[in-house]
């Protein structure tokens, strides 16, 4: 879905376990958590899994 948004969306996986820092810093407490950042800020986010019509509509509601 990201390979799609042609460059527009950046993705990057962290494992929890080997960061726990970054976990805690932004309030990570189940897998999956997506983060959307923007300028090093959290402008939305969701936990659990989604199909693909949702995280396509999660990426529309970020890009424009």
């Known amino acids: ?9 950046v ?3 962290v494992d929890i376990d080997d960061n ?3 976990a805690i810093e932004y309030e990570v ?8 950042m923007k300028n ?3 402008v939305d ?7 693909e019509d949702q995280l396509e509509a ?3 509601k970020l890009i424009g």
């Not at 879905?1 to 969306?9: C, I, S, W």
């Not at 407490?29 to 959307?36: F, G, K």
């Not at 986010?45 to 199909?51: E, L, Q, S, T």
């Open 1 to 9: 879905m990201v390979a799609k948004q042609h460059g527009k969306v």
């Open 11 to 13: 993705m990057a996986k």
């Open 20 to 22: 726990t820092d970054l």
């Open 29 to 36: 407490s189940a897998v999956p958590t997506v983060l959307a």
């Open 40 to 42: 090093g800020d959290v």
């Open 45 to 51: 986010k969701f936990v659990g899994i989604k199909d």
């Open 58 to 60: 999660f990426l529309k």
